[in-house]
């Protein structure tokens, strides 16, 4: 333990600290020393046990709150309003998903970013196209539209969908 001379700021080192009384050598100033107690190792480790508990706790309480499995709760939802074909400047075809993404619940939610997903006549996914809609925030009850037209070999696309990537309250603001 280190101490200091509060008149002359001479330190010392001492291997264990005394309680009470001490003289300084140099200028004979004389003042009073209290040992810190000494935490046991017994009630550090209670203490850590227990914020662990209070963490674990925290956790699984976001997590529980959090959960929208059912498709009827979840707060944000997409849905294909129109799904067209046209052809680009080399005449390539394309298709356009047109559709909205609406917040169901009473929060504002940040706009996730959507994944429109081909599939083929066996129901298997030919492709996974993911892309990030104008909005980046959803008001209560707000609907937004998005278009976006898809890249890429179109043969054999016989049904499509569109994801949100992200609709955990996580992406409320």
Same mark, same amino acid.
């Given at each position: 333990?280190?101490?200091?001379?509060?008149?002359?700021?001479?330190?010392? @080192?001492? +291997?264990?600290?005394?309680?009470?009384?001490?003289?300084?050598?140099?200028?004979?100033?004389?003042?009073?020393?209290?040992?810190?107690? !000494? !935490? @046991?190792?017994?009630?550090?480790?209670?203490?850590?046990?227990?914020?662990?508990?209070?963490?674990?706790?925290?956790?699984?309480?976001?997590?529980?709150?959090?959960?929208?499995?059912?498709?009827?709760? !979840?707060?944000?939802?997409?849905?294909? *309003?129109?799904?067209?074909?046209?052809?680009?400047?080399?005449?390539? +075809?394309?298709?356009?998903?047109?559709?909205?993404?609406?917040? !169901? @619940?009473?929060?504002?939610?940040?706009?996730?970013?959507?994944?429109?997903?081909?599939?083929?006549?066996?129901?298997?996914?030919?492709?996974?196209?993911?892309?990030?809609?104008?909005?980046?925030?959803?008001?209560?009850?707000? @609907?937004?539209?998005?278009?976006?037209?898809?890249?890429?070999?179109?043969?054999?696309?016989?049904?499509? *969908?569109?994801?949100?990537?992200?609709?955990? +309250?996580?992406?409320?603001?």
């Amino acid at each position: 333990m280190k101490i200091k001379c509060d008149v002359c700021k001479t330190e010392y @080192s001492m +291997p264990n600290a005394p309680s009470g009384r001490v003289r300084c050598a140099v200028c004979g100033n004389v003042w009073h020393i209290s040992r810190s107690p !000494r !935490r @046991s190792g017994l009630l550090v480790f209670f203490a850590s046990l227990c914020a662990l508990l209070a963490a674990t706790v925290f956790a699984v309480a976001v997590i529980v709150s959090s959960r929208h499995d059912d498709p009827a709760k !979840r707060p944000l939802v997409a849905t294909i *309003t129109n799904v067209s074909t046209v052809k680009d400047d080399g005449a390539t +075809p394309r298709i356009v998903v047109d559709g909205t993404v609406t917040n !169901r @619940s009473d929060d504002i939610y940040a706009f996730p970013d959507l994944i429109i997903v081909l599939y083929d006549a066996n129901g298997a996914p030919i492709s996974r196209q993911k892309f990030m809609p104008s909005a980046t925030l959803l008001d209560a009850g707000q @609907s937004v539209r998005f278009s976006h037209t898809l890249s890429g070999n179109m043969v054999g696309v016989k049904r499509v *969908t569109v994801e949100l990537l992200d609709t955990n +309250p996580g992406g409320k603001k």
